[in-house]
C-alpha cells in the first residue's frame, strides 16, 4: 500500500492530469480550434470540484469570453485572445489549475482563491506549512500576517490533522524574524505549532544528493519536510537582487535548506549565492518534496531590488495552485506586466533558468499552453487576460 505521504505527493503532481483537465475541458467555451492558433491563455470560469469538502460554497458562473479589458487601468497593446487551446482530458496532457483573484483583501483572497482552485489535499493530513519570513520587513519582504491567519483557518475549516509553520531566515535570526512579524503570537491565537529550522539537530536534517545536481556535496533539508504528508506554502511576489533574478515559490524553498549541518564548515548558502548556477540549484531544491497547495500574495509586489527592499507595485492579486512552475511563471508574468528588471523581462517567460530547469526536472508544466486561469468575476478575468500574453 502507498504511504499517505507519498500519496499526497503523487495527487498534488498529477491531479491536474487525471482529475482538472476534464473539469477544465468542459468548462471551456465551445471555438473554432483554428482561433486559438496563437497559444494566448485566457482566464477561465472555474469548475465544479465536486471532490472537495470546503465548507463555502461558491458561486460559479458561466463560462464565457474573455472580458472587456476596459475593466481595468492596464491595457494590452493587443486584443485580448477570446478562446483557449482545446486540451485533452488525459494524463499525458498534464495541464496546472491556477486561481487567480483580484483583490487589496488578502484574507478574503486567500479564502476565495483556494476556493476556486476547488481541490482538498489537506483534510486528514498533517500539514507542513512554509511562509516567506527571510526577514522581519513588511510584505512584500515577508508574509503578511493577513496571509497567515486566512490560509491557517482555511486549512483547519478544509480538515487538517494538525499545522506545524517551519522557517529558516536568510536576513536575520530566524526566532527574532517570526517574534519580531508576530508568528508565535499567531500560533498561540490559532493554535498551531512552529518550527525554527536552525535549531534542529545534526540528525534531524537529510541530505539531498544526486549527480544532476549543481550542488557540490549536495543541500541538507529537514527530515520533517521528507516525512510531511502535505506540504503547503505561501510566498510574495518579487524580484530579487542577489542572483536568483525572482523569488517566488521555487526560491521561497530555499528556506528549508540548512545553512550548515553540525560541525561541518560547509556553507550550502554561501556555495548557493556564489555559483553562477545559482538559479538552477534553486529549482533543484525543489526536486526534495511536491506541493500540495501553493498560495501567493500579490497585492503587493516588488518590481526590483529584493528581496527586502524594492521599488514597490501594487497588482492587487491572490493565486492559488500546486503547480511551481505555473505559480512562478503567472508571477514573471505580472512583473513583466508592471515593469521589471533587465533580468526577468528577458526572453520568454519558460526560459527563465529557474523555470527552465524545473521543467527540466519534470517539478511541473513545461509550457506556458498547459497552464489554465481559473477566475469567478469580471475583474479578475479581465487582469487575467491581460497577463496571458505576456506567458505566452
Not at 502535505?230 to 533574478?245: A, I, R
Not at 533580468?343 to 524545473?358: L, P, T, W
Request: glycine content about 8%.
Amino acid at each position: 500500500m502507498m504511504k499517505r505521504r507519498e500519496f499526497c505527493r503523487q495527487f498534488a503532481l498529477v491531479g491536474g492530469a487525471i482529475v482538472l483537465a476534464p473539469l477544465i475541458n468542459s468548462c471551456a467555451p465551445d471555438v473554432d480550434p483554428t482561433a486559438t492558433s496563437n497559444g494566448q491563455i485566457p482566464a477561465t470560469d472555474p469548475p465544479t470540484a465536486a471532490n472537495t469538502p470546503h465548507p463555502i460554497q461558491s458561486l460559479r458562473p458561466t463560462a464565457t469570453s474573455a472580458a472587456d479589458p476596459t475593466q481595468t487601468p492596464l491595457q494590452p497593446t493587443e486584443d485580448l485572445p477570446t478562446a483557449s487551446p482545446q486540451v485533452s482530458p488525459t494524463a499525458e496532457a498534464f495541464v496546472a489549475t491556477i486561481a487567480l483573484v483580484k483583490t487589496t483583501d488578502r484574507a478574503a483572497g486567500v479564502r476565495r482563491a483556494i476556493e476556486l482552485f476547488g481541490l482538498n489535499p489537506i483534510r486528514g493530513n498533517r500539514v507542513l506549512l512554509k511562509p516567506n519570513y527571510n526577514s522581519a520587513d513588511s510584505a512584500p519582504a515577508s508574509t503578511h500576517l493577513d496571509i497567515m491567519r486566512s490560509l491557517v483557518t482555511e486549512m483547519n475549516d478544509m480538515g487538517a490533522r494538525s499545522i506545524t509553520v517551519g522557517e529558516r531566515s536568510g536576513m536575520g535570526n530566524t526566532r527574532a524574524v517570526l517574534e519580531q512579524t508576530d508568528v508565535f503570537s499567531l500560533a498561540d491565537e490559532l493554535g498551531f505549532d512552529t518550527l525554527v529550522f536552525d535549531e534542529l539537530d545534526e540528525e534531524e536534517w537529510v541530505i539531498q544528493q544526486s549527480s544532476d545536481f549543481h550542488w557540490s556535496s549536495g543541500f541538507a533539508v529537514p527530515r520533517i519536510l521528507l516525512d510531511s504528508e502535505c506540504v503547503v506554502q505561501t510566498c510574495n511576489l518579487k524580484t530579487h537582487s542577489y542572483g536568483g533574478h525572482f523569488t517566488l515559490s521555487l526560491k521561497n524553498s530555499v528556506g528549508f535548506v540548512a545553512r550548515s549541518v553540525g560541525a561541518s564548515s560547509h556553507n550550502f548558502m554561501s556555495e548557493l549565492h556564489d555559483s553562477t548556477y545559482q538559479r538552477h540549484m534553486i529549482a533543484e531544491i525543489n526536486t526534495a518534496y511536491r506541493p500540495s497547495l501553493i498560495v501567493m500574495d500579490g497585492v503587493d509586489a516588488f518590481l526590483d531590488g529584493g528581496p527586502a527592499t524594492g521599488r514597490l507595485a501594487h497588482p492587487s492579486v491572490v493565486i492559488a495552485g500546486n503547480d511551481p512552475v505555473a505559480i512562478d511563471a503567472v508571477g514573471v508574468a505580472i512583473l513583466r506586466l508592471f515593469g521589471t528588471t533587465p533580468q526577468v523581462s528577458h526572453g520568454k517567460v519558460f526560459d527563465q533558468e529557474q523555470i527552465a530547469r524545473a521543467v527540466e526536472l519534470g517539478l511541473g508544466v513545461d509550457s506556458p499552453e498547459r497552464i489554465r486561469i481559473f477566475t469567478g468575476d469580471a475583474e479578475s478575468k479581465a487582469f487575467a487576460g491581460l497577463i496571458s500574453r505576456f506567458l505566452t
